[in-house]
């Protein structure tokens, strides 16, 4: 419905993906064995759930910077409260309220202030870390209470060999894509990225849109919190201060929404998750060491961003609008 | 004596229609040379040639006798020929000698010895400007000298002055007409673009005048009257084959539907009044700085009126004030921009998505999902009433002409069932063909039973469309005319100073 200009970079990545992966299955032994594609996919699952929420808001030109913050508090914060002993519902409704109210200030600020998303979603990560670190919980590292084990296949376990943290991103990339492609809310994503000026003429009420956007992404972080610390027992809130926030951004850009909206969907996702995951497992099989990982990791983000702005190029009106 | 600038025959075409044709045009050394014409007729890009800021499809430039092709107005600059724009090029948060050698700075810069040679430069040429000021707390007359200083440290030979005089107060103005009496008398050349006739006429010592983008004529200015120059500017030929007859009948006005009282925005808009009538088109003329757009703007919640004094508007008899569009659409008021690509349509969207977007913005929130069939029946019904020529409906925007995609954007307002429906300058940058049937969604609009504005700042457009016709001169309404008795000569001396 809306692809166009991104379509030639989705082949381009596509064929990449293709290369790569076909390259890593000759080359590398134990490669392309069931067993190592399942934990290539759920090593990346995570990161593909939160690629989702970015989209959301990259495609209504902005950025979040927060999502990692999101995904570490909230599901902390729902652990600490079903650890204190409330119930399954409570505890939850506790993490999804500390979501929102994230998502709030975000579009708040981004809307209706008027700051630049990148620096507000830098600030406002910084700070919901800093509360979540210094003042939420006892200890950086969330265990995951007994009383939450109901809930907690979703980073568990398998079904019919394949890892549940798999399938809910799945799950949530459906979801998205029936937001993003089926509803009208979707469509007000598409149109504020498209054109700012022209969605608020036509009469749309932008800058709730916004907020809502901001809202989606860290609740779809908190999301990608729960499945992460019920893989690991625990959420470890020390997570913000890694790097993961750049990979998310260049599972985004790779997959071929641009950073100047409007344009892209799930599919981009999906495969920018691919591509990303599929390096790094290799890179892990060759025994890379993590550093080296890095770097060769910026350096296939920064040819995304290149690609990017050759494929979608900015003009002055995008360049004045845009601010990241 | 030798022209210091000659051109001959310059041409240039922006996709396919020439923006100005075949010009030829010689500057006199020490000449303070007016060049006129209405919006549009093509002044701006002709002195944009001449600076190098656009590059022309045909045609020589002579500087000095000899040929010189620019590239990049840095290029001009250096040969001489500066250009001040109407807004300023300086930079608002440095000194004025800052700004006067920026660009030629020495590596090592010393404050005091530059703010000393400014100062130097600023006397040599009696211009009263303190060098250590900042530019944004200078008034709009400093500012102009601080331009033509730069220019003339350049050792420019000529200078162009895109409206110098536009935002400049009687006192500022006078002052302004002193300074164009010291670059002639130190032999610069002034080219001289201006709306204002009497300026023109006062300290001019030739005229051209330009129509749709063919120069009209030259000849000294003791030649000219201002009637002499209006009629060059507005007797066109090619109109009268376009846009056909006079008007000789006018729909009669339904029930008001808007009244704007007294409203203000800034320095633009000036207590400014008027009433929209159904049933019919009001035809608002007016030049740039008219604040006849941004009236309209006003109305449609795209800008906001002033806190205090702002004035009043009245929809249907009651009083309303939108912060933001959305309300405004909700209440059936359509604002169909002068700038497509900026604030009218979506590029990455197809035809039939762009329609169906403008009937979301209105729907209520109950509708969640989007709905494919309807998005089609949609599509294919304002393709087909507009005649929008797409190979199909899915068709990107991007890909469209000026005309279908004018066209696509109509459709998107009209989708919404609006009752008042502005067209800000309905037919800009559209092709020939496509001008007459637009014209004709106007007035089956109005045929409708609608209330219809149409801004526009071309006069054969106004005065064929319009039922009504509302002048506007710095910032309010200042004249009404039936197009029946109105002439183009009217309008014109009613929207000019």
Known sequence: ?324 | MNPILELRGLTKIYARSAAVEDIDFTLLPGEVHALLGENGAGKSTLTKMIAGVVSPTRGTILFDGKEIHLRTPSEAVSAGIAMVFQETSLVPSMTVAQNLFLGNEKFFNRVHGTNISAQQFMQSLSFDVDPTAHVANLGAAKKQMVEIARAMLLKARIIVFDEPTATLTPEEKRHFFELVVTLKARGVSVIFISHALEEALQISDRITVLRDGKLVVTDATSNFDRAKIVQAMVGRTLSHELYGTKKTRVRPAGRRILRVSNLRVGNVVKNNSLSIFAGQITGIFGLVGSGRTETFKVVSGVIKRDYTNGGEVFLNGKAVRYRVPAPAVRDGIAYITEDRKVEGFFETMSIKLNVYVGRLAKAGLHKFWIRNREMDTLGDKWIKSLQVRAVTRAARMIELSGGNQQKAVIAKSLVQDPELIIFDEPTRGVDVGAIAEIHQIINRLADEGKAVVVISSYLPEVMLLSDRLLVARQGKVVEEFSPIDATEEKLMYAAVH
């Open chain 1, 1 to 324: 419905m809306l692809g166009g200009v991104a379509f030639d970079q989705q082949i381009i990545v596509g064929m990449l993906f293709a290369i790569i992966f076909t390259g890593f299955s000759l080359a590398l032994p134990g490669f392309l064995t069931i067993g190592n594609l399942f934990t290539l996919m759920r090593t990346v699952a995570v990161l593909g759930i939160l690629g989702l929420g970015m989209a959301i808001v990259v495609i209504g030109r902005g950025i979040d910077l927060s999502m990692i913050a999101a995904l570490a508090v909230p599901s902390g914060v729902t652990l600490a409260v079903a650890a204190a002993g409330y119930g399954l519902i409570a505890s939850l409704a506790a993490g999804i309220a500390f979501a929102i109210a994230i998502g709030i200030l975000n579009g708040f600020l981004v809307a209706y202030a008027e700051i630049p998303p990148l620096f507000t979603t830098l600030a406002v990560g910084i700070g919901v870390a800093g509360v979540g670190q210094s003042g939420l919980f006892e200890y950086d590292i969330v265990p995951w209470p007994p009383s939450l084990n109901s809930i907690a296949w979703i980073g568990r376990g398998a079904l019919l060999g394949i890892p549940y943290s798999v399938l809910a991103f799945a799950a949530a990339a459906v979801v998205v894509a029936i937001f993003l492609r089926r509803t009208r809310l979707g469509l007000f994503v598409y149109s504020i990225g498209d054109n700012l000026n022209a969605a608020r003429i036509a009469g749309f009420a932008v800058r709730p849109m916004v907020v809502l956007q901001y809202i989606l992404s860290a609740c779809i972080a908190l999301f990608a919190g729960l499945v992460l610390s019920a893989s690991s027992s625990n959420m470890d809130t020390r997570i913000f201060n890694l790097t993961w926030i750049y990979d998310v951004i260049l599972v985004v850009v790779l997959g071929g929404i641009g950073l100047s909206g409007g344009r892209g969907g799930v599919l981009n996702v999906l495969l920018g998750t691919l591509l990303i995951g599929t390096i790094v497992n290799g890179m892990t099989i060759l025994d890379i060491s993590f550093e080296m990982q890095n770097f060769i990791k910026g350096m296939v983000l920064l040819a995304a961003l290149l690609l990017d702005s050759i494929i979608n190029p900015r003009n002055e009106e995008t360049a004045q609008q845009g601010d990241i």
